[in-house]
């Protein structure tokens, strides 16, 4: 009946769908979190499927990050132009396709174009997550942006407990292949040993390794069952969204973020003109794009970091450092649902820098040789990152006008940061030592910090600009008005 009266009056229903809109922004969240986990985990299965190298296998990620990037663009002029909801279920219907066909693929170029297509697909989803939300909530999508992004970081890890049982190719073993072990037993011999070897020694090792190989081979098929459960979920989800885009598809109730009370208000109380527009988004990217950067190399260096530098840590303690930056990530995140609530966006940055470049100078100056150093610098490394990129999406969702285009392109400084920046940090640690990359990362933070500085002050300002000629408009209006009255008054008498 409320739902009637609502039509009937033509108001928005956004806020009677707005818990199961929310609920399933953030299952497509999840599913994000999974996707983005799941490739990573599983390279070395990927690399003995279609049987190349490791540097070859790699860039299969890299078309995926090549893939997000051209998805992050195109998919902003879709969300402009297409019901939301029947674009972001088609999206998470065609990713979820995708994805369980990639423990199939058999042919290295055959699997580069696939990990293209499902990374196209996978920028369609992270766009309409950023892009719905703010539609849905305006102001008010502070939580939710943390909430989504924290279900993105429990999906990375709901990955490594899930695929971790269905590995018989893990880093522990030498180049990922066990028949290796049996054959370096021959190659490693002595001249003394190789003359005393005889050829019934030989031939049982022979055998020996084509069985290790056979059973490898057979073992390896089982990573098709993370990835089916994988493209499941997203399929699920994709069934909600189509479910929303039918609940919604009425000529009433079709493109809803336009009648949203919050997207309405939102609007009204923006002060925007075109060169302050311009102006402030192409600051933002360079900021978007700098701590992007410096999350990119964190994230990909730490490992390699921790087993090459001084504290010369082995692969256990490596990978506990790692869980225990991604801990420090998650907790963030889940605090920051709460705390965006009492704290400005601008606040939270302020934290979250101040944060990154103390965590940033401390791993500098002793994180080559201190090992309690270097965990306390990636615990507070991964606070401070946790709540920095929503928290960002936020503040500019209060300073400019967000579109689906404008959505995109935070997304395309966020996938040229990943794809370029460690590029770069591979050429000065080969041209340097690996010291150099807390170095470039506390230049990094410093950058990111400055970045946002000029970005507070510049929307300040043309803020009171805005306001200003707002204001001269206003006045002029009404002083007009009067004219046209005194006049009316001469003209009567």
Known sequence: MEEKKRMENNESPVPYLRRTRTAAILLSSLCWGLGISIPGLSLLELQRQVGVSLQEITLSLTARSIGHLIGSFASGFCYDRIENHFVLASALFAAGTVGGFIP?????????????????????????????????????????????????????LVVSLVVGPFLTITPDSPKGNLSDVMTSTVYNQSAEDLATLNITDYNRLAIQEDYYSDQIEKATSLIWIPYSIMSGIFILVSCM?????????????????????????????????????????????????????????????????????????????ASLLTTAFWGGFVLSRGVAILISRILHPRTMLIIDLSGCTLAALLLSLWGNSSGVVLFCGAILMGISMGSAWPAAVTWAERNVRINGK??????????????????IMGIIIAMYTIRSLMYFLLFLCIASFLTFTILQIVASKCRNIGNCENKSEKIYKIVAREMIDIRKEIYDV
């Open 104 to 156: 199939w693929v058999q042919d290295y170029n055959f699997l580069l174009m696939t990990m293209a297509i499902w990374g196209l697909f996978t920028g369609y989803i992270d766009t309409g997550n950023n892009f719905m939300t703010l539609g849905l909530w305006g102001k008010k999508a502070g939580p939710v942006l943390q909430a989504g992004n924290m279900l993105v970081a429990a999906g990375g």
């Open 241 to 317: 969204y189509f479910g929303l885009y039918a609940r919604l598809s009425d000529r009433i109730m079709i493109n809803t973020d336009e009648k949203d009370p919050a997207m309405k208000q939102h609007f009204t109380e923006t002060n925007e003109t075109l060169h302050f527009r311009i102006l402030l988004l192409g600051i933002l990217f360079t900021y978007l794009f700098v701590y992007a950067g410096n999350e990119a190399i964190f994230l990909g260096f730490l490992y390699t970091f921790a087993m090459t530098s001084d504290v010369e840590f082995s692969p256990q303690i």
């Open 406 to 423: 404008v959505t995109g392109l935070f997304l395309v400084a966020l996938s040229l940061a990943h794809l370029l920046f460690p590029w």
